[in-house]
């Protein structure tokens, strides 16, 4: 009988080499600034690079800002949040006080604006970003739903919340 094991496997090598290849790349920033445009805009396991660059991040803030300046240079069609959700998922682990102040940022300011739901669904949802959904939506109530369909796929559950919303 067939077993989807091996396959798992991979994908957690294949995870693991990404996330080391990240910490490496946080600690050369002229590497850093060559993979910038693959970083945003894909392909590859960018969520555990991500989480990398988060671990291997002298200055994590600094990096998320350099993401997030290329990031808006991206298209449109080609911009991929998943490095960003690497890393605040890896952030938070270590220190919730910037997490929160990325996620704010993120809410508050373009190119990041536009996706902030997506990047919220990867740390899940406490009352501060019960709120800060409610704000995205004040602050642009044409954003497309489909940017809230990260919250379904992230297995992270809005229900205990909804009282808020």
Same mark, same amino acid.
């Given at each position: 009988?067939?077993?989807?094991?091996?396959?798992?496997?991979?994908?957690?090598?294949?995870?693991?080499?990404?996330?080391?290849?990240?910490?490496?790349?946080?600690?050369?920033?002229?590497?850093?600034?060559?993979?910038?445009?693959?970083?945003?805009?894909?392909?590859?396991?960018?969520?555990?690079?991500?989480?990398?660059?988060?671990?291997?991040?002298?200055?994590?803030?600094?990096?998320?800002?350099?993401?997030?300046?290329?990031?808006?240079?991206?298209?449109?069609?080609?911009?991929?949040t998943r490095a960003?959700?690497?890393? +605040?998922?890896?952030?938070? &682990? $270590? #220190? !919730?006080? /910037?997490?929160?102040?990325?996620?704010?940022?993120?809410?508050? =300011?373009?190119?990041?604006?536009?996706?902030?739901?997506?990047?919220?669904?990867s740390v899940g949802?406490?009352?501060?970003?019960?709120?800060? +959904?409610?704000?995205?939506? &004040? $602050? #642009? !109530?044409? /954003?497309?739903?489909?940017?809230?369909?990260?919250?379904?796929? =992230?297995?992270?559950?809005?229900?205990?919340?909804?009282?808020?919303?």
């Open positions: 009988m067939w077993s989807r094991a091996p396959l798992a496997q991979d994908r957690n090598h294949l995870g693991a080499e990404a996330e080391a290849l990240g910490k490496e790349v946080a600690a050369d920033p002229a590497a850093l600034r060559i993979l910038l445009p693959e970083v945003v805009s894909g392909p590859g396991n960018l969520w555990p690079f991500g989480a990398g660059l988060a671990k291997g991040a002298e200055n994590p803030r600094a990096i998320w800002e350099d993401l997030a300046k290329q990031f808006g240079r991206s298209a449109t069609d080609k911009k991929d960003f959700s690497g890393m +605040l998922r890896q952030i938070r &682990e $270590v #220190d !919730s006080k /910037l997490a929160n102040e990325l996620l704010d940022e993120a809410l508050n =300011s373009e190119p990041l604006a536009a996706y902030y739901p997506i990047i919220q669904s949802i406490d009352d501060a970003g019960v709120e800060r +959904l409610m704000r995205s939506l &004040e $602050v #642009d !109530s044409n /954003l497309p739903t489909t940017r809230f369909t990260a919250w379904y796929k =992230s297995g992270h559950s809005m229900l205990a919340r909804f009282e808020q919303i």
